[in-house]
């Protein structure tokens, strides 16, 4: 289980428990990594900023708006949209590199230029098709955090 420390956010009372949302800053290692001067990925990530993710959690624990809550996520969810984002634009890259390759280019009677053209459209697609089932699966899994423990208090 990946655990992260969060902000409570707002809290809202029902009849069998507490809805409570989240706020939690996504942490990069390019602000503790001695090279983050040199490396492409510290300067994007300083470039960039960052992002504040919105977790939804429901509790039957009284919480505060302010206090910091250490939440638990199941690895299950990171390592699909991993697969996702990274497969998906490559599976689309190499479906549209076969298909100009053996369908495309020997009706047009065209060479490697439309190959190319194609693969590199197939490739966009797959970006936003990625982006599509990554956004539903993020939705899907700020559902499932638990909450572990509020800081200040004993460990359960």
Same mark, same amino acid.
């Given at each position: 289980?990946?655990?992260?420390?969060?902000?409570?956010?707002?809290?809202?009372?029902?009849?069998?428990?507490?809805?409570?949302?989240?706020?939690?800053?996504?942490?990069?290692?390019?602000?503790?990594?001695?090279?983050?001067?040199?490396?492409?990925?510290?300067?994007?990530?300083?470039?960039?900023?960052?992002?504040?993710?919105?977790?939804?959690?429901?509790?039957?624990?009284?919480?505060?708006?302010?206090?910091?809550?250490?939440?638990?996520?199941?690895?299950?969810?990171?390592?699909?949209?991993? #697969?996702?984002?990274?497969?998906?634009?490559?599976?689309?890259?190499?479906?549209?590199?076969?298909?100009?390759?053996?369908?495309? #280019?020997?009706?047009?009677?065209?060479?490697?230029?439309?190959?190319?053209?194609?693969?590199?459209?197939?490739?966009?697609?797959?970006?936003?098709?990625?982006?599509?089932?990554?956004?539903?699966?993020?939705?899907?899994?700020?559902?499932?955090?638990?909450?572990?423990?509020?800081?200040?208090?004993?460990?359960?």
């Amino acid at each position: 289980m990946m655990t992260a420390l969060a902000t409570v956010s707002s809290v809202t009372p029902k009849s069998s428990g507490y809805d409570v949302e989240l706020s939690c800053e996504q942490q990069t290692s390019c602000s503790s990594c001695s090279s983050q001067k040199s490396c492409g990925t510290g300067i994007v990530s300083k470039a960039v900023g960052s992002k504040v993710l919105h977790w939804h959690l429901f509790t039957d624990q009284s919480l505060k708006t302010g206090q910091v809550v250490e939440i638990g996520m199941a690895e299950k969810s990171l390592l699909q949209s991993a #697969a996702i984002v990274y497969l998906t634009p490559l599976f689309a890259l190499i479906l549209g590199a076969v298909v100009a390759h053996l369908w495309v #280019a020997p009706l047009l009677g065209l060479g490697e230029g439309i190959v190319i053209l194609i693969s590199a459209l197939f490739a966009v697609s797959g970006i936003a098709l990625a982006k599509r089932l990554a956004s539903r699966l993020e939705q899907q899994s700020s559902q499932q955090v638990i909450l572990l423990r509020v800081l200040g208090e004993p460990i359960r």
